[in-house]
């Protein structure tokens, strides 16, 4: 079944009220991830970390310690680019199953699920992870920004964070 464009999706919050995610909305949403992906898989940290808030918050329970703030988002994306550039494999990223729902005018909860491929030098591409991705979006100036980022591998127990 398909929903004419102009048609509002539902979502339901888990005090039972709903609120409407317009196709448009959704679209908008879709395109920031597209742009935001790109960015980090195309090595262009700077410009992927001004797509989080300058005080923004990346979190993932493979991580020890949530990294916070936009520089030094930036500066542990450089790093991990760097040993995977060292390893010869690069890393793409594939966004899917955007779930959105508003949280006011210029806030969303945005949940999806990523899967991360490898791909080695002349090598053939494999699934190196597949997570959940919690992130609280902000309209600043007209455009989507990263609040917060949780990351949640799926191939790691609750409780056994690294």
Not at 39 to 66: I, K, Q
Not at 78 to 90: N, V
Not at 91 to 97: E, K, P
Request: hydrophobic share 40%; net charge neutral.
């Amino acid at each position: 079944m398909t929903l004419p464009l102009q048609q509002a999706a539902h979502a339901s919050h888990a005090d039972g009220t709903a609120q409407s995610v317009t196709a448009g909305l959704y679209h908008e949403v879709q395109g920031f991830y597209a742009h935001q992906m790109q960015l980090l898989d195309s090595d262009e940290v700077d410009a992927w970390a001004r797509t989080f808030t300058e005080d923004g918050v990346f979190s993932a329970n493979a991580h020890p310690a949530p990294v916070r703030g936009r520089t030094a988002i930036a500066t542990a994306a450089r790093a991990a680019r760097a040993a995977l550039a060292e390893k010869g494999i690069r890393h793409r990223h594939w966004l899917g199953m955007v779930d959105v729902r508003p949280r006011g005018d210029d806030r969303l909860q945005v949940r999806s699920y990523a899967l991360v491929l490898a791909i080695p030098r002349g090598g053939q591409a494999t699934v190196h992870v597949h997570t959940t991705c919690d992130d609280e979006l902000v309209r600043r100036d007209g455009r989507w920004q990263v609040a917060t980022r949780h990351v949640t591998r799926d191939d790691l127990e609750p409780g056994m964070e690294r």
